[in-house]
């Protein structure tokens, strides 16, 4: 049978081929107890078809076997595949893994809202964060800083003036109105009382606002505003608006909303250099925030959306200051009503009184005014009101630096015009630089103070304060001349003259007091003596030898032997040169002090300096005006004074000032120098007769210096006194040319003049002003001087002749009178006889021929008719030797080279 066996088959394709020279892999493995029981050999597994077929003919248990061993087989490589597939999964399974082309890219829903809530944990931890690190800073510099505003004495405001330059004043919320309060909060962040200082609502309406092509907001609330103003900057970034939603919060959080608001509305921008409510009153309405409408309140409120927009006056075409822009005016109604509208809707507004303020109209602001300009005199008068704060101890400059305070003065607005206009039409009239080159440099200053209150009302500064920094109303440097002559005649008749025998200090009781009748020599060019009869002697500057101090007039002029009241009149500066000295320069320093010049402006006075008399000193107009108003206030010394009170509103403190008086000069003394200053005005041959249009009583002097570098005009009414000078000196070197140097200089050709007196342009000055200044106020005449005679002797100077006495008769006594006979009355016309025929108590007891030495200081003969100074004498009214007249007379060229010679006109 073996050749019928059927062959196997061919083994077909890869799978059957037996020369792969591969060695074929085990046979499967039977499962365990398959086969027999204990001992049996297990079954060889088969390998070919055959084998399988055999076998399945052997029996089904067979195949459930081979069945099982193929299933094990199975499971177990399936194990393997589970086992390799198992692998860690990503803790975020991005890319998708299981997924291939886009779909691994897209997360899942699952992943989206993981990473949301991921997002938002960490952002709003991240605001924790920020939040509990962030600390509120300290404000900006400039948002704490203000300006100090000062006043008028009228109580309008003059100007804002601070070492900052910025233009606040911080008021407390309870100083502002409430309408204001209301307004702001109504236009601008109307859930301000209740939000947590942001709103993010508002934030998201602006944002939606401007994608949609609207207007551009801002979304910010008043807190936030507030906190940009205070403490950040104006950058627009995101990095200052993350901290300002922060800082918002944070502030929100930590202050009231009264102290929000009230810090808003002292920090905010309002226009026109106005930073806070307060400067804005004042810049757009001339008044304090108190003060302010309504209807007002809601136009600042609309600046705060921009003041380029809504202020009237800027942007318009006409370029001037006062001209209105129709764009700006029409935006700035439309905007103020809406204000009001949102108050009646939102606000604290009554329906009715929005229908009335709407029917009143739009509350037109005043045109621009520059709030802080210091130029022309404003500069010099806060200058001299902060001085004098600081004088009084009232504030330090650090203080004033600071700002914020309101400081009220006594300058009054007309009076300040007035006076500037006077010098500006002097000077214009006849100062010409260009055409002359002695009119270079040429300065003015000037002052009027009330006399028995000391209140500066005026002054002249100078040109302008932002070209010229020196105020030369104040203390410029510049003598004063035959001015100071006054206090030499009062301290003669308050203290007197010394005693010749005695030392050179002395006190009032060793002295003899004086009237202004008492006669002096005037010979110009005379030698001046000591108190006690020696010549003073100086050392020539040239030569290094002492010579005698040889004292000039003006002018050469000489008038013999005068009164000091004619030498007051003509200006003769031998009388007082020689009558200072014999008081003593200290005392007459002691006098010129109590009528209210500085000590420090007095300069050296002793024995050694005879010219001091003929003022040497340099106390300035205001000081000058001062001591005159003393003599006009019948002695009652008043020290000068600018503020009459100062507040700072945010720090509470308040300050004032009391004028005080003392009687430095009995009335009669200080009446007498004003009766002998009149008549340097009325006089004949007065030095002042020219302001005599001003057709009241005037008291003064004029002055003219050495050299004539500087001349001056101070005279006084019972209601002001004025002093006006006049110089020539150079701000800086910059402004020298040629051989001009720096210093006081001479005023020789000036104006087209031989020389400058105080009877010329400074006069001038004066004039003008007190035409303005005593416009429709009352005529008031002097008061009443006492008899001369009552105040002293009248005194003969050193070298003045003794009075000539003419011969009388002796009363004859008859023989056969009795010295003890008594009239009767039986006999009435004897009557009449006795007091010719009998000496009186009254007799003078000296001798006829008894006369004073020539150099006896201590004479007190009065000047009788016909003799030197007296009527029809020599010096004397009516007499010989006075001068002409007619001021324009000509005279003597004077020289330029006379150095040391003081001209007293």
Same mark, same amino acid.
């Given at each position: 049978m073996s050749e019928h066996r059927r062959k196997p088959p061919q083994s077909r394709g890869r799978r059957a081929t037996g020369s792969s020279g591969r060695r074929a892999g085990p046979p499967p493995v039977p499962p365990a107890g398959h086969g027999g029981g204990a001992g049996e050999t297990p079954e060889r597994p088969y390998g070919s078809?055959?084998?399988?077929?055999?076998?399945?003919?052997?029996?089904?248990?067979?195949?459930?076997?081979?069945?099982?061993?193929?299933?094990?087989?199975?499971?177990?490589?399936?194990?393997?595949?589970?086992?390799?597939?198992?692998?860690?999964?990503?803790?975020?399974?991005?890319?998708?893994?299981?997924?291939?082309?886009?779909?691994?890219?897209?997360?899942?829903?699952?992943?989206?809202?993981?990473?949301?809530?991921?997002?938002?944990?960490?952002?709003?931890?991240?605001?924790?964060?920020?939040?509990?690190?962030?600390?509120?800073?300290?404000?900006?510099?400039?948002?704490?800083?203000?300006?100090?505003?000062?006043?008028?004495?009228?109580?309008?405001?003059?100007?804002?003036?601070?070492?900052?330059?910025?233009?606040?004043?911080?008021?407390?919320?309870?100083?502002?109105?409430?309408?204001?309060?209301?307004?702001?909060?109504?236009?601008?962040?109307?859930?301000?009382?209740?939000?947590?200082?942001?709103?993010?609502?508002?934030?998201?309406?602006?944002?939606?606002?401007?994608?949609?092509?609207?207007?551009?907001?801002?979304?910010?609330?008043?807190?936030?505003?507030?906190?940009?103003?205070?403490?950040?900057?104006?950058?627009?970034?995101?990095?200052?608006?993350?901290?300002?939603?922060?800082?918002?919060?944070?502030?929100?959080?930590?202050?009231?909303? @009264?102290?929000?608001?009230? $810090? +808003?509305?002292?920090?905010?921008? /309002?226009?026109?250099?106005?930073? !806070?409510?307060?400067? =804005? %009153?004042?810049?757009?309405?001339?008044?304090?925030?108190?003060?302010?409408?309504?209807?007002?309140?809601?136009?600042?409120?609309?600046?705060?959306?921009?003041?380029?927009?809504?202020?009237?006056?800027?942007?318009?075409?006409?370029?001037?200051?006062?001209?209105?822009?129709?764009?700006?005016?029409?935006?700035?109604?439309?905007?103020?009503?809406?204000?009001?509208?949102?108050?009646?809707?939102?606000?604290?507004?009554?329906?009715?009184?929005?229908?009335?303020?709407?029917?009143?109209?739009?509350?037109?602001?005043?045109?621009?005014?520059?709030?802080?300009?210091?130029?022309?005199?404003?500069?010099?008068?806060?200058?001299?009101?902060?001085?004098?704060?600081?004088?009084?101890?009232?504030?330090?400059?650090? @203080?004033?630096?600071?700002? $914020? +305070?309101?400081?009220?003065?006594? /300058?009054?607005?007309?009076?300040? !015009?007035?006076?500037? =206009? %006077?010098?500006?039409?002097?000077?214009?009239?006849?100062?010409?630089?260009?055409?002359?080159?002695?009119?270079?440099?040429?300065?003015?200053?000037?002052?009027?103070?009330?006399?028995?209150?000391?209140?500066?009302?005026?002054?002249?500064?100078?040109?302008?304060?932002?070209?010229?920094?020196?105020?030369?109303?104040?203390?410029?440097?510049?003598?004063?001349?035959?001015?100071?002559?006054p206090f030499v005649l009062a301290a003669a008749m308050r203290d007197g003259v010394r005693d010749p025998d005695g030392p050179a200090e002395q006190p009032r009781d060793q002295r003899t007091q004086v009237s202004p009748e008492s006669l002096y020599r005037s010979e110009d060019m005379l030698p001046i003596m000591n108190y006690n009869g020696d010549p003073v002697v100086v050392e020539n500057a040239e030569t290094g030898e002492e010579e005698p101090w040889l004292q000039a007039n003006f002018e050469g002029r000489d008038q013999g032997d005068i009164t000091i009241r004619e030498a007051m009149e003509v200006s003769a500066n031998v009388p007082f040169v020689q009558l200072g000295m014999d008081v003593g320069p200290a005392t007459v320093s002691v006098a010129a002090e109590d009528a209210g010049l500085l000590p420090d402006s007095l300069g050296r006075a002793d024995d050694t300096v005879p010219t001091f008399a003929l003022g040497v000193s340099t106390p300035g107009p205001i000081r000058m005006a001062t001591a005159y108003a003393t003599f006009a206030a019948s002695g009652e010394q008043a020290d000068p004074y600018s503020v009459t009170h100062a507040e700072n509103s945010r720090s509470g403190w308040e300050w004032s000032y009391e004028s005080e008086t003392e009687q430095v000069f009995d009335s009669a003394i200080a009446d007498t120098v004003t009766d002998v200053l009149t008549e340097v005005v009325e006089g004949d041959q007065g030095s002042g007769r020219d302001v005599q249009p001003l057709g009241r009583p005037v008291a003064a002097k004029t002055g003219t210096t050495d050299d004539n570098r500087s001349a001056w005009f101070v005279g006084y009414t019972p209601q002001m006194s004025t002093a006006i000078g006049m110089w020539r000196m150079p701000d800086s070197q910059e402004e020298l040319v040629g051989d001009e140097q720096m210093g006081f200089m001479s005023m020789y050709g000036t104006a087209g003049e031989r020389r400058i007196n105080g009877g010329s342009l400074p006069l001038d000055v004066w004039l003008a002003f007190m035409q303005q200044a005593m416009e429709g106020q009352e005529i008031q005449d002097f008061p009443t001087p006492p008899d001369p005679s009552q105040l002293g002797e009248e005194h003969r100077g050193t070298g003045v002749e003794p009075p000539t006495e003419e011969p009388t008769e002796e009363p004859t006594e008859e023989p056969t009178e009795e010295p003890t006979e008594e009239p009767t009355t039986e006999e009435p016309t004897e009557e009449p006889t006795q007091p010719t025929t009998e000496p009186t108590t009254e007799e003078p007891t000296e001798e006829p021929t008894q006369t004073c030495a020539p150099w006896d200081i201590s004479c007190d003969d009065q000047n009788p008719p016909g003799g030197p100074g007296g009527p029809g004498g020599p010096g004397g009214p009516g007499g010989p030797g006075e001068p002409s007249d007619d001021p324009t007379e000509p005279t003597p060229d004077p020289d330029p080279t006379d150095e040391g010679n003081w001209f007293g006109r």
């Open positions: 078809r055959a084998e399988a077929r055999r076998a399945t003919q052997r029996g089904g248990g067979r195949r459930r076997a081979v069945e099982t061993a193929s299933a094990a087989e199975g499971a177990a490589r399936s194990g393997r595949r589970r086992a390799e597939a198992a692998k860690k999964k990503r803790f975020i399974d991005y890319p998708r893994s299981g997924y291939s082309g886009l779909r691994r890219w897209v997360p899942s829903w699952k992943q989206v809202l993981g990473s949301t809530l991921a997002f938002f944990v960490m952002l709003f931890g991240l605001v924790g964060l920020a939040y509990a690190l962030t600390e509120v800073p300290d404000p900006n510099d400039v948002a704490v800083q203000e300006t100090n505003v000062y006043y008028w004495a009228d109580g309008e405001r003059m100007v804002v003036s601070g070492e900052s330059n910025v233009n606040r004043q911080r008021l407390a919320l309870k100083d502002m109105p409430v309408a204001m309060q209301d307004s702001v909060i109504s236009a601008e962040n109307a859930s301000f009382r209740t939000d947590p200082g942001i709103d993010i609502m508002g934030i998201g309406r602006a944002v939606l606002n401007m994608a949609r092509g609207g207007d551009v907001q801002s979304g910010s609330t008043i807190t936030q505003q507030y906190v940009k103003n205070m403490y950040l900057t104006q950058d627009q970034t995101i990095e200052r608006k993350a901290r300002e939603l922060l800082l918002s919060v944070k502030v929100g959080a930590q202050f009231t909303k @009264d102290e929000i608001l009230e $810090g +808003y509305l002292n920090t905010s921008d /309002f226009g026109r250099g106005a930073l !806070g409510i307060q400067a =804005a %009153a004042q810049a757009y309405y001339g008044k304090d925030a108190h003060e302010l409408t309504d209807s007002e309140c809601a136009f600042l409120a609309a600046l705060l959306k921009g003041p380029a927009l809504y202020d009237p006056y800027i942007g318009g075409d006409g370029g001037e200051v006062n001209d209105t822009n129709p764009e700006n005016l029409e935006r700035a109604e439309s905007r103020w009503s809406w204000i009001l509208e949102r108050r009646a809707t939102v606000g604290d507004l009554d329906p009715a009184d929005y229908e009335t303020i709407l029917a009143e109209g739009f509350p037109m602001p005043q045109p621009p005014t520059p709030a802080m300009e210091k130029a022309g005199q404003i500069g010099y008068l806060t200058n001299l009101a902060d001085q004098f704060l600081i004088s009084q101890g009232a504030v330090t400059r650090e @203080d004033l630096n600071k700002g $914020g +305070y309101q400081i009220h003065t006594t /300058f009054d607005e007309d009076l300040m !015009g007035q006076m500037e =206009a %006077a010098v500006e039409e002097v000077r214009d009239a006849n100062i010409d630089p260009e055409a002359r080159d002695e009119d270079r440099h040429v300065q003015f200053g000037g002052a009027a103070v009330v006399p028995g209150d000391g209140a500066i009302v005026a002054i002249y500064g100078g040109e302008d304060y932002t070209q010229h920094f020196v105020n030369n109303a104040d203390n410029p440097g510049a003598q004063v001349g035959s001015t100071f002559k």
